[in-house]
């Protein structure tokens, strides 16, 4: 969704969906992630075949990076997708289903206990 709120600047939107997007992915996955580490961005992801583990490419992203990868179901809840692998520029995980889906850095705190290497989007 478009902020539409004209008082606020580029900057200051982008702040407000990274801190919404810290409160989901620390609620609902169980994280202790900081949008600031660097938010990666959003997808909208198809395919026609759905091998796994799929190949996302994200730049940004490098071999040995922890990061979160989520998938939002058809019933509206995020769902943590299982990352195999993070490469330079690559991330790989296994999905049972597609779109939309969020890619983010997690900060190394509780994180590697939880959920090593995963990428979330939206």
């Known amino acids: 969704a ?9 900057e200051q939107k982008v702040e407000k969906k990274a801190a919404a997007v810290q409160t989901m992915i620390n609620s609902v ?3 202790n992630y900081s949008y600031k580490s660097g938010v990666y961005g959003t997808y909208e992801l198809t395919a026609t075949d759905l091998s796994n583990p799929i190949a996302i490419s994200v730049a940004g ?13 058809s019933a509206g809840v995020w769902e943590n997708v299982p990352v195999t692998n ?8 296994k999905f049972t289903s597609l779109s939309p ?17 995963l990428l979330m989007q939206e």
């Open 2 to 10: 478009i902020d539409n709120d004209t008082t606020l600047t580029a």
């Open 29 to 31: 996955l169980g994280l």
């Open 61 to 73: 992203i490098k071999a040995g990076d922890t990061v979160v990868v989520a998938h939002l179901t």
């Open 86 to 93: 993070v490469a330079d520029g690559v991330v790989y995980a």
């Open 101 to 117: 889906v969020f890619v983010a850095s997690v900060a190394d705190t509780n994180a590697a206990a939880t959920s090593p290497k």
